[in-house]
């Protein structure tokens, strides 16, 4: 769920140019100075650019007062407290792709996103998000989303526009109250049965990027049915029940078929070959549901179209 933790104290830190800064909790510990307990946190993160990033004035206490170099590097750690950073993101790429978006209310934002951007910032991706560039153009600092896809697929996505309405929206998902419809395009069996389910054990493969099916009890079910026969191609329909990570392309794949384009399933791409000419086939592609505010059906269709 996207609707997930949030650091909470009486000071918001404000977005700059749509981008909140990043929070994280200062435990007990061995520490002698802050500056000690970021490099033991963040190994990836080099002194000098924290220290860089508190010249800035890009890292605050929970009171909202900048932490200056001095304080970070030669006063004593002090515990139980947040800190608030806000990250850059150097020679961050520029996604050349459009997020649409479908329809707005006081509550709600639907969005179509295209292949390749990410919903919100990870990793090497930051202000090239839907998130962040949604913030920009529309000025709205409270967005946030209900839900995920990956940076991979298209389609659907929903966005929260007001904190008091937020918890309503997420608790469908959570229920798995909203009716999630997906498009595929992957190898054509003739000697597979259609329609079917596929219900099996989803967990970690032993590399952050990847997922795989274990014996045990089930945690990921997916209806499976063929809209379409292209030939050696055929375009499917997948209707997950719950929400385990990679779950579509994990189940497909167990099906033998592997979703074309997939830089993930059967085999890992290495990072930084993206093909902008062979997006992975698969689409977001319908989201229905009952309003929990105003009591009425909701179906959201993307406009988007696979190209196999």
Same mark, same amino acid.
């Given at each position: 769920m996207a609707c997930g933790t949030w650091c909470l104290s009486a000071f918001k830190p404000p977005t700059r140019q749509g981008i909140g800064p990043s929070c994280v909790g200062l435990p007990a510990g061995p520490w002698p100075t802050l500056l000690d307990f970021l490099e033991a946190r963040f190994p990836g993160v080099t002194s000098q650019?924290?220290?860089?990033r508190m010249a800035r004035g890009d890292v605050i206490d929970e009171q909202g007062e900048p932490v200056l170099p001095e304080r970070a590097a030669q006063a004593p750690y002090a515990a139980h407290q947040r800190l608030y950073y806000y990250r850059e993101v150097p020679d961050e790429p520029h996604i050349p792709f459009d997020e649409v978006v479908l329809f707005e209310d006081a509550h709600l934002l639907v969005v179509?996103?295209?292949?390749?951007?990410?919903?919100?910032?990870s990793g090497g991706y930051l202000r090239e998000t839907v998130l962040v560039r949604l913030k920009n153009k529309?000025?709205?600092?409270?967005? %946030?989303?209900?839900? &995920?896809?990956?940076?991979?697929?298209?389609? /659907?996505? =929903?966005?929260?526009?007001?904190?008091?309405?937020?918890a309503a929206?997420?608790?469908?998902f959570s229920q798995h109250a909203v009716r999630k419809t997906y498009e595929a395009i992957a190898p054509w069996r003739s000697d597979l049965t259609w329609p079917q389910t596929r219900a099996s054990r989803i967990r970690e493969a032993g590399h952050f990027m990847l997922q795989q099916e274990v014996?045990?009890?089930?945690?990921?079910?997916?209806?499976?049915?063929?809209?379409?026969?292209?030939?050696?191609?055929?375009?499917?329909?997948?209707?997950? %029940?719950?929400?385990? &990570?990679?779950?579509?392309?994990?189940?497909? /794949?167990? =099906?033998?078929?592997?979703?074309?384009?997939?830089?993930?399933?059967?085999?890992?791409?290495p990072e930084g070959q993206l093909d902008y000419a062979r997006p992975?086939?698969?689409?977001?592609?319908?989201?229905?549901?009952?309003?929990?505010i105003c009591g009425e059906p909701r179906q959201f269709d993307s406009e988007r179209v696979l190209s196999g």
């Open positions: 650019t924290w220290l860089d179509d996103k295209p292949h390749f951007l990410p919903v919100v910032p529309l000025d709205l600092d409270d967005l %946030v989303p209900i839900h &995920r896809i990956d940076r991979d697929t298209a389609g /659907l996505v =929903l966005f929260s526009k007001q904190p008091a309405s937020r929206y997420c608790a469908l014996p045990g009890q089930p945690n990921a079910i997916t209806h499976i049915d063929v809209l379409e026969v292209r030939g050696a191609l055929a375009r499917y329909q997948l209707q997950p %029940v719950t929400g385990q &990570r990679h779950q579509l392309r994990v189940h497909m /794949l167990a =099906l033998g078929l592997p979703i074309v384009n997939d830089g993930l399933y059967p085999t890992l791409t992975l086939q698969l689409l977001a592609k319908r989201l229905e549901f009952i309003d929990p």
